[in-house]
């Protein structure tokens, strides 16, 4: 079934340890992202990319990194994990400009982080 | 982007149709209306959008006023399974980089 996979579905973490969430997605998009979402409230956006080999920053960057060596993945790194970083993570994938448009998202489901 | 304003919450009886109202009063002539929804803890997912016709697909249809200052999104035949928040997002369709989802629209489907 295309779509979007996220890893691990969730995780408690110690503070200062290192974290890699994966994301893959089947469906070819050009588009991806990451979002989190604290408890009861709105997506914010961390990083993008609009195409493979090229990331940009979203609202809220900072503590995490990510790359995108090819189309279909886009893991986001956490350094060194803090408790403020507690939440969900969300990736998404778009077909981008050349397929359609970039807001068209489709949405993983997920994954619950805690630092502790 | 353009602000929205959506009704913090809304009920709806099962089998009837939901609309779901949207306020964006500074919408800009290239900014699109986007609709999404998040069943509770799932991820989001896209419904539709529009930039000044009405549109319908196999989820719903969007009705966005001539002047494009206000929209309204309608479930045609409401079920259980549509109980979710719905986000009305306002934006450009080639600045994908940052989709805004403010508070929503808290649609509860009642037996």
């Known amino acids: ?116 | 982007d353009a602000k929205t304003t959506q009704p913090p919450s809304m009920d709806c009886a099962e089998g009837r149709a939901a609309n779901l109202p949207c306020n964006h009063s500074t919408i800009s002539g290239n900014e699109y209306v986007y609709w999404y929804r998040q069943i509770h803890s799932q991820g989001p997912q896209y419904i539709i959008h529009g930039l000044k016709n009405n549109e319908t697909n196999e989820m719903a249809s969007l009705i966005i006023t001539e002047d494009r200052k206000s929209s309204t999104l309608i479930l045609p035949h409401a079920t259980l399974r549509d109980t979710a928040v719905y986000y009305c997002i306002v934006t450009r369709r080639d600045a994908g980089n940052m989709l805004t989802f403010g508070g929503g629209t808290r649609l509860m489907v009642k037996p």
């Open chain 1, 1 to 116: 079934i295309a779509g979007i996979t996220q890893a691990p579905t969730s995780q408690i973490l110690a503070a200062g340890r290192r974290m890699t969430l994966r994301c893959t997605q089947d469906m070819r998009h050009n588009a991806m992202y990451w979002y989190r979402q604290d408890l009861g409230l709105g997506l914010r956006l961390i990083h993008y990319s609009n195409t493979a080999g090229t990331t940009g920053k979203g609202e809220v960057p900072d503590g995490y990194s990510v790359s995108r060596a090819n189309t279909d993945d886009f893991p986001l790194t956490l350094a060194s994990a803090v408790p403020s970083q507690t939440s969900v993570y969300f990736c998404a994938s778009s077909p981008g400009l050349a397929g359609g448009g970039y807001n068209e998202q489709f949405f993983g489901p997920g994954t619950r982080l805690t630092v502790l």
